[in-house]
């Protein structure tokens, strides 16, 4: 069997530990899965013609955070020191990032750069200077976009300028394939999908199960607008009157209900304001728990707490939250038998919860747990994208003329522009070649983690 | 007598003598270099030019609106010159050195082209660990070698090559040697104890 090549991949994102959220936790579990497979010692006959050697995670730095850092698994993190400015963005410089861009790529010899999220910069700038450099980028969207809004408008733009001449996209659901292509014009054919997964070693059902006589709703989000905090405002107090541990038998329904209903709502946000006056109006303090904020490690005891998981998202690419209480054996989103679905509208969702409710007897957690473990898996995502890599590494090295064109078509004066924004690129890229020769930049010698019984040992291994 | 071969790259050269007096002896040399000598000169002269221009132009103005505008235009040429001379002075560091004292200590000297020696010794009971890091900037990756002290907040760094004005940065190849030699010398020293 021919020799496998190793490769190495170049994670970039602004969006990285100790940030929790979803884009974080992707790239991290993703890393760490695309470690495993390239340290498989199995011979695979229908492995690809290279193999997966280093990952590298390249973002800015945290408060004193920066420099670099050795995570789980040997997975190695550069926190660069530019600050963030705004929502855990770098400032946007074009070009000033390009010499540590540069150094990062030759000393760790880095074959695929893959950038996450479009709300980055720090991943619109190292993709535009890898391909600059003649580097493979990969790019994934984690989030829908609007059209309408200004700033919509913008990102779009800036998108459609990363995407012009990118080698492949990943989207996270063909929701968000259909968003990203048309948002930035990028050819369908070109673009993934590549769902996220979930942990389910870490979110497992409560070995006890929890009885039915008071059904408690559980809600982790960030309160904010786009997750539909204001919808739960309107929907809780419903939910509550209709069972409030009185009897009613409804004629036309013909459901006795005696069942009384808890709410506990874990995150923070600007809303937080309008569920405490809720709470306050219609006196529900001892039905609805407020957590605040709620870590990441501490989700899972949270969650195995409630018997329904309520997701009042009015926009979501693709839910971890809800796979996550999946994994935990909460009543929620998914096939028919283990979600129910609804309208971004109170009176439906109340209906819907009264549906959950009624179904709630039936639902084994274990077993759900058991088929979110086979449905979502990260090994999965990581060997899906690992065809992803292997289709951007056969693509054909061009130089900076056959490049330009496609940038032309991006619009009659931001094409012109982009195009000088890549030639400008790449005057300061053989300035910077000259100033300081590839030659000059040492390689980072690999390092084994040989781990002794006291201690974790490392060992040059050159 | 050099006890191994020396590694030469760009303007460092490493060498190592293993067997003087039973010192081990690491030594990095920096090249001068005459382009660096000449800018660093001219740039004092435009300097000083500049100074002398601005104070004489200000003696002589009577206007307070002028005064102030010759005021920020000096202010402004005095610090992008004063920039210039800093940022291309010469460096005057010759070589650093590292003697190893088995069991004793380890003494740091640094020897500048003006003939003036700075040494620091350090006691082996002191010394914690030796480390090579890699230092993130804005801009540049790159290696150093440091010295974990006991009852020290501060790492201690074994080439001040590092800490000078021009950013004087040996490769990897040539802080490892020293690395390791460090290392056993440590490792030595508490076996010993134990």
């Known amino acids: 069997m021919d020799q496998q090549r190793k490769h190495s991949i170049l994670m970039v994102s602004d969006f990285f530990y100790p940030n929790f959220g979803g884009v974080e936790s992707h790239i991290y579990y993703l890393s760490q899965c695309l470690l495993k497979l390239g340290h498989k ?4 006959l229908n492995a690809f013609a290279f193999k997966i050697g280093l990952v590298v995670v390249m973002t800015h730095s945290y408060g004193k955070r920066t420099g670099v850092r050795y995570v789980t698994n040997g997975l190695k993190v550069y926190y660069v020191p530019w600050r963030a400015f705004l929502m855990q963005n770098t400032l946007p410089t074009f070009y000033l990032t390009l010499p540590i861009i540069r150094t990062i790529l030759i000393r760790e010899r880095i074959s695929i750069v893959h950038g996450h999220q479009a709300f980055s910069t720090l991943c619109h700038e190292a ?24 700033g919509s408008i913008h990102m779009n733009k800036v998108l459609q300028f990363t995407l012009a001449d ?35 070693a870490m979110f497992t059902p409560s070995t006890c199960r929890l009885s ?10 960030r309160l904010v607008y786009r997750k539909g905090a204001d919808l739960l405002v309107e929907v809780i107090p419903e939910v509550c009157h209709l069972f409030s541990n009185k009897f009613h038998v409804k004629l036309c329904l013909l459901i006795a209900s005696s069942v009384k209903v808890r709410f506990i709502v874990g995150g923070d946000g600007p809303k937080r304001v309008r569920l405490e006056e809720m709470r306050e109006k219609h006196s529900l303090q001892d039905r609805v728990e407020m957590l605040g904020a709620v870590p990441h490690a501490r989700v899972r005891s949270v969650l195995i707490s409630g018997h329904i998981f309520l997701n009042s998202s009015l926009t979501e690419a693709f839910c971890i939250a809800i796979l996550e209480a999946a994994s935990c054996g909460l009543l929620t989103v998914l096939p028919d038998d283990m979600i129910v679905l609804s309208e971004p509208d109170p009176g439906d969702m109340v209906h819907a919860i009264r549906k959950a409710i009624v179904m709630l007897p039936s639902i084994d957690p274990y077993a759900m747990h058991q088929r979110m473990k086979k449905l979502y898996s990260w090994h999965d995502v990581a060997k899906r994208t690992e065809i992803v890599y292997d289709r951007a590494l056969q693509s054909s090295d061009e130089n900076l003329l056959r490049r330009l064109p496609r940038y032309l078509k991006c619009g009659s004066w931001a094409g012109k522009m982009f195009c000088l924004v890549m030639i400008v690129n790449f005057l300061l890229w053989c300035l910077l070649d000259s100033w300081q020769p590839v030659e000059s930049i040492e390689e980072v010698p690999d390092l084994v983690f040989i781990r002794n019984e006291n201690e974790d040992v490392v060992h040059d291994s050159i | 007598m050099m006890s191994e071969a020396p590694i030469f790259h760009s303007k460092y050269s490493y060498h190592h003598d293993g067997k003087a007096q039973q010192l081990d002896i690491h030594e990095i040399l920096v090249k001068r270099s005459r382009l660096g000598i000449f800018l660093s ?26 005064f102030f505008e010759v005021n920020i235009r000096s202010i402004w040429s005095i610090l992008v010159c004063f920039l210039l001379a800093k940022f291309l002075h010469y460096n005057p560091v010759k070589k650093e050195r590292v003697v190893i004292m088995p069991a004793f200590g380890v003494q740091l000297e640094t ?32 290696w150093s070698l440091a010295l974990l002290l006991r009852d020290e907040g501060e790492l201690m760094l074994v080439f001040q090559l590092i800490r000078s004005v021009q950013k004087l940065q040996p490769p990897l190849k040539m802080l490892v040697p020293v690395w390791k030699a460090l290392r056993a010398a440590i490792n030595c020293e508490e076996t010993s104890i134990t």
């Open chain 1, 127 to 150: 993709l535009m200077h890898a391909r600059t450099m003649g580097y493979k980028v990969v790019f994934t969207d984690h989030s829908l976009y609007g059209f309408a809004d200004v």
């Open chain 1, 41 to 44: 010692t199995e011979p695979d």
């Open chain 2, 41 to 66: 000169y001219s740039m004092v002269v435009v300097f000083l030019g500049t100074n002398v221009y601005f104070v004489t132009t200000k003696v002589f103005c009577i206007l307070i609106l002028t």
């Open chain 1, 166 to 200: 990118i080698s492949q996209a990943i989207c996270v659901s063909h929701t968000s394939k259909e968003n990203t292509v048309l948002r930035s014009g990028i050819t369908p054919n070109r673009v993934f999908v590549v769902p996220n997964a979930v942990d389910t």
């Open chain 2, 111 to 142: 020897h500048y082209w003006s003939g003036r020696i700075v040494r620091l010794f350090v006691p082996i009971s002191k010394i914690l660990s030796s480390m090579l890091n890699e230092c993130v900037t804005p801009v540049t990756c790159y």
């Open chain 1, 212 to 221: 039915c006589d008071e059904i408690v709703i559980v809600v982790i989000s």
